[in-house]
């Protein structure tokens, strides 16, 4: 099986960031609650586990707890913050909430480490961790030794290195802690034993392998957004069962410029069977005079699973469906249910008439990133691997207001514009997602010796982590200046162009 690093999730803010180290490391790891039954901790098998951060105190009645079998285990064990404290409180030490001021702390902290700990061997003495915790201990548990510490804090760090179990009321996941990716190394290859000999090309080979065996003479389905978890999960799947994959790529009319040509290029030479449907025309016409943002919304979503179901009956039933859902989906679902702000279309909104046996999720257990580097690994296009993120009702919700083919024609033009000059300018890693809108409104202006009355684009460059918030990105004035002649000049029915300098929230990322 390989072998496999078990976090143990108490839900705290930066779990997935915890995975996502890890595996940078080349150890793969799997995130699970933290009440995980400890018959199925047994199964698993770990190498050692991590246990997260959360935002409960311990002794909170109801607060997450982990079962106490796990510590018999003879499995080393990184509790991080809450983790930290579990540990303390589990193996007998005392965890108190922090009066006052005192031995609360949040942000950047000045800490010292015991450099003779596995935990922090070969690094700085001192060096500036981020901490966020409420609660501290105040007795070590027995068998443990204060391992670092800070003003507020004589234990910002414990361990009992003969049981092999660490624990840390600092993040060592977040890129302010200084060197806290050494640490989780140290932990990782020194105290748990790793070998770090996890890689993508190793994934690709057992996924096929375990896809083939799964598959066997069957057929799957999977719709194809032109999106890079829908690319890299057919690539995968194309690879493992050849032409017993049927992927529908419905385009809506609605993408960028060239884009439905690209991505059909993308698979034009491998073994499957692709089916484009050409479906713009429908979608236009019931996008007709609707300015309204979510009606277009729910229009677009509904028009996609009528086109769907139709190309089903045509392929009859089939065995699998396959969906390009990936980790931080699978981390992150059940979750509590926020506002909705805007109603979400994914390509993966199932229709209901398309009859299969089950649904395969070949990506699951990939980070966004690991998707791109699979992706490269089964020789698709950068272009498409690294791809930024594009909504499921496309363009649509880039017109601003009622969407007509000819608004559609200026706002591809533009934005293509901007994207090769972000391009030229080596920039588009500025930027985490960039393009142009059409706003709904025209305005006058002065062509030659004539009065225009014409749009206005926007332009839009967004920094951010994880979309729910973003900042605008400070482009360089003879960028935008670049953009903004050549919109002018050379897509006809514009003449104003505007640069968006609002954050998310209070904006957000799409226009509708
Ligand atoms: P907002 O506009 O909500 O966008 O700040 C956050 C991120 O989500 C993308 N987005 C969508 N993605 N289907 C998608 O698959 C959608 O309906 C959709 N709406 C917004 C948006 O491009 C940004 O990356």
Redesign the pocket.
Known sequence: MGQRVLILDFGGQYNQLIARRVRECGVYCEVHPGDLALEAIRDFDPLGIIFTGGPGSVYEPGAPDVDPGVFSLGTPILGICYGCQLLARHLGGTVLPAQGDSAREYGKTETFFNTRSALFHGLPERGIVWMSHGDYISRLPEGFCAMARSAACPSAAMGDEKRRFYGVQFHPEVSHTENGRDMLRNFLFSVCGANGDWSMAGFREKAVRELREKIGGGRVLLAL?G?VDSAVCAALLSEAVGRQLICVFVDHGLLRKDEGDQVEAAFAHRDLRFVRICAADRFLSRLAGISEPEQK?KII?EEFIHVFEEVGREIGSVDFLAQGTIYPDVIESGSGSAAV???????GGLPENVRFREIIEPLRMLFKDEVRQLGRELGLPEALVDR??????GLA?RVIGDVTEDKLRLLREADAIFRQEMDAAGLSAAA??Y?AALTNMRTVGVMGDGRSYDYAVALRA?A?ED??T?DWVRLPYELLDRVSNRVVNEVTGVNRVFYDITA?PP??????
């Open positions: 957004s999106g919304r979503g702000i805007k109603s979400h279309h994914n390509v930024q993120p594009f909504p499921g009702p919700i985490n997602q393009f967004v951010t979309f729910m973003a998310k904006s957000t990322v799409e226009y509708e």
